[in-house]
């Protein structure tokens, strides 16, 4: 198990913009190797599917977003620090959850097919 460490999280008002940062804890690892995830889970729901960015190739990373989020958020790495980045705008009260970061090798947007986590940021959104 390699950690990830997710941050940017905080209390904002619908239609605020947060950006949520993800990256590897102690450098295990380098991001740019990885699909990367991101997940959120809302109390008394079940994990759901944000976005997802693929390894880095020759041809660039290609993004995947859920129906949910299209045209709000975007997924981007910064490669330089080895972090995975989800820039969160037009925030809506449905959007508060805890968001997760995710680590896999296959592209894939089921939770139990990424191999490693975060332990989550907390997002709430007030109307």
């Known amino acids: 198990q390699v950690p990830l460490v997710e941050s940017g999280g905080g209390l904002v008002q619908a239609g605020d913009s947060l950006r949520l940062s993800c990256a590897p804890s102690?450098?295990?690892?380098?991001?740019?190797?990885?699909?990367m995830g991101w997940f959120r889970q809302a109390p008394g729901k079940e994990r759901e599917f944000v976005s997802t960015i693929s390894p880095v190739t020759r041809s660039g990373s290609i993004s995947y977003y859920a129906d949910s989020v299209k045209g709000r958020f975007t997924i981007s790495r910064d490669n330089a620090k080895n972090a995975v980045l989800l820039q969160m705008n037009s925030l809506k009260p449905e959007d508060t959850a805890v968001y997760y970061c995710a680590a896999g090798l296959i592209a894939t947007t089921e939770p139990n097919e990424y191999n490693y986590w975060g332990q989550g940021t907390q997002v709430t959104v007030s109307s």
């Open positions: 102690g450098s295990t690892f380098r991001i740019s190797d990885y699909h």
